[in-house]
């Protein structure tokens, strides 16, 4: 049962999650979590001092790095990114991606 508490959802199987406040328009961090190349998408997996969790990202905003978007990224790069809304939907995703090593 919700509690009433502010930003937080019930999930599919009943849980309770809170929603994550992502700041935008500051470079943010993260790691590639997931790829999808046939249909041109994948999520980074973020985690800075006020929000986490994963973020959307479309292959419209990878880098070029001449072997084409789809080649850009891999599932556990490093990256940096700037959050913006979707102009189709509105929702938050990443955005100006660039390929990084912190390590």
């Known amino acids: 049962e919700w509690s009433g508490k502010p930003n ?4 599919w199987d ?12 500051e ?3 993260g790691v590639v979590k997931m ?4 249909r041109r998408f994948g999520f ?8 986490r969790g994963d973020l959307f990202f479309h292959f419209s905003n ?3 790095n001449g072997k084409g978007v789809m080649g850009a990224v891999s599932e556990g790069d490093e990256i940096s990114f700037v959050v913006a809304n ?7 995703m990443a955005t ?7 390590s």
């Open 35 to 38: 790829v999808n190349t046939e």
């Open 96 to 102: 100006k991606i660039k390929k990084h090593s912190w």
């Open 44 to 51: 980074i997996k973020f985690n800075d001092k006020s929000s």
């Open 86 to 92: 979707d102009p189709k939907n509105g929702k938050k």
């Open 27 to 29: 470079r943010q961090r």
């Open 8 to 11: 937080t959802i019930i999930e």
């Open 62 to 64: 990878l880098p070029d």
């Open 14 to 25: 009943g849980s309770m999650s809170e929603v994550v406040q992502i700041p935008e328009g």
